[in-house]
Antibody
Framework: QVQLQESGPGLVKPSQTLSLTCTVS??????????WTWIRQPAGKGLEWIGR???????NYNPSLKSRVTISVDTSKNQVSLRLSSVTAADTAVYYC??????????????WGQGTMVSVSS | DIRMTQSPSSLSASVGDRVTITCQAS??????LNWYQQKPGKAPKILIY???SLETGVPSRFSGSGSGTDFTFTISSLQPEDIATYYC????????FGGGTKVEIK
C-alpha cells in the first residue's frame, strides 16, 4: 500500500528556510496520476493547505503562502520536497504530506504521512 | 478565500447518541466538500467525500449531507472509538478546512 514519510529538521531559526522531504513508497510520483500535497497544523489548531505538485511544471500554492513556498519533486528518489522561506514563529506546526486523488467523482486527500513537527525558534 | 465555519467547536455525547456537526461555506461550493476524522497525535483520515459519499471501509454510522453552503455530518450511534476531531474541507477553490469539532464521550 502507499505510504508517505516526512522528514527534516525539527527546529528552524527565524528568517531561515524550512526544508522538508516526503518519501513515497508504494506509488511512483512520476506517474502523473496523483497530486502530492503539503498541509500543516499548528498545535491545537486547524489544518492549512500549503500547496501541491503534479509534475515539476504543475504546482499550485496557497495564495497566503505563495511568495514563500516552493514544492518540488525528485523522481529518482520518489520524494516530494517543501521549502518555506523567511519563517517566523507562526510557521511552527506539524507538517503533513498527503496524496491528493483527483477523479471525476472523488477529490480528496486519501493517504497521509504521520506528520513531522517543526518549531521556529532562535 | 472560501471560509468554512464549523459548529459546534466541541461537543460531549454519550455512547449510542446521535451526533451532528454542521459546516457552512462562505459561498456556494455545490457538493465539493469532504469530512475528515483526526484522532489525537494522528493524521486526518477521509470519511466522507463529495458531501455524502462514504469512503470505502468507513463504518456506515458515519454520513454526510448538504449542498451549496450548508452541510451536515452525522454519527448515527456514537462509539468510544469515534473520539476525535472532525474537519470539513472544501475543494471548490483550492482547499480550506473548517476549524474542527472535537467530539468527546460524556
Amino acid at each position: 500500500q502507499v505510504q508517505l514519510q516526512e522528514s527534516g529538521p525539527g527546529l528552524v531559526k527565524p528568517s531561515q528556510t524550512l526544508s522538508l522531504t516526503c518519501t513515497v513508497s508504494g506509488a511512483s510520483i512520476s506517474s502523473g496520476d496523483y497530486y502530492w500535497t503539503w498541509i500543516r497544523q499548528p498545535a491545537g489548531k486547524g489544518l492549512e493547505w500549503i500547496g501541491r505538485i503534479l509534475t515539476s511544471w504543475n504546482t499550485n500554492y496557497n495564495p497566503s503562502l505563495k511568495s514563500r513556498v516552493t514544492i518540488s519533486v525528485d523522481t529518482s528518489k520518489n520524494q516530494v520536497s517543501l521549502r518555506l522561506s523567511s519563517v517566523t514563529a507562526a510557521d511552527t506546526a506539524v507538517y503533513y504530506c498527503a496524496r491528493h486523488v483527483l477523479l471525476r467523482n472523488y477529490d480528496a486527500f486519501d493517504v497521509w504521512g504521520q506528520g513531522t513537527m517543526v518549531s521556529v525558534s532562535s | 478565500d472560501i471560509r468554512m465555519t464549523q459548529s459546534p467547536s466541541s461537543l460531549s455525547a454519550s455512547v449510542g447518541d446521535r451526533v451532528t456537526i454542521t459546516c457552512q461555506a462562505s459561498q456556494d461550493i455545490t457538493n465539493y466538500l469532504n469530512w475528515y476524522q483526526q484522532k489525537p497525535g494522528k493524521a486526518p483520515k477521509i470519511l466522507i467525500y463529495a458531501a455524502s459519499s462514504l469512503e470505502t471501509g468507513v463504518p456506515s454510522r458515519f454520513s454526510g449531507s448538504g449542498s451549496g453552503t450548508d452541510f451536515t455530518f452525522t454519527i448515527s450511534s456514537l462509539q468510544p472509538e469515534d473520539i476525535a476531531t472532525y474537519y470539513c474541507q472544501q475543494y471548490d477553490t483550492f482547499f480550506t478546512f473548517g476549524g474542527g469539532t472535537k467530539v468527546e464521550i460524556k
